[in-house]
């Protein structure tokens, strides 16, 4: 039996084994689907940075409402694009193995599209939108309604934004919250 040699050391395989929710294998399974979205230039290149529209070619992000935004958030750029470190870090969070606080604080941010901290009106708006894509079937009474009526519901201190702790609060009363967010090496 043939030994495929990996472009890590034990040492840099070990650091990832420890820093996500991963085995070495599935380690080596991840940069295999991150090579795969851009052999020529992953290739022999472990340090290589995939475009954003690259990595969207992962069949997971690409029938995704957030992939953008999935890649933005965990992009050590902020811009989408993404080393193979941002990739294991993306696929660790949406991993089976992930709790789910890791993944809620997470999934916070990607709604957090303004990037203040909290969920405003307009991004709840935007979760809503992404959500309904293209045949958005909310008129805009209709999308403002259901916006007053989440935050009426999940807005516990009534200052018109949520928390992390509110969202959080709002993801533990969701028993599937863990399955909605998983992606499979």
Known sequence: ??????????????????????????VLIAHEKF????????GHNKNAKLALNKVLKLPELAANPFGERMCQVFSSSQDGDCTFEDFLDMM???????PADVKAEHVFRIFDFDGDDMLGVGD???????????????????????????FEEVDFDDDGAL???EFEHVTDMCPDFVKMFNIKL
């Open 92 to 98: 660790s969070v949406f991993s089976t193995m992930a």
């Open 163 to 165: 928390s992390f702790s």
């Open 124 to 150: 709840i708006k935007k979760v809503i939108q992404c959500l309904v894509g293209e045949q958005n079937i909310f008129n805009d009474n209709d999308l403002k309604r259901l916006v007053q009526k989440i």
């Open 35 to 42: 090579k795969s979205l851009a052999p020529e230039k992953v």
């Open 1 to 26: 039996m043939g030994q495929k040699s990996s472009q890590f050391s034990a040492e840099e395989l070990n650091d990832y084994q420890d820093l996500t929710y991963f085995t070495k294998k599935e």
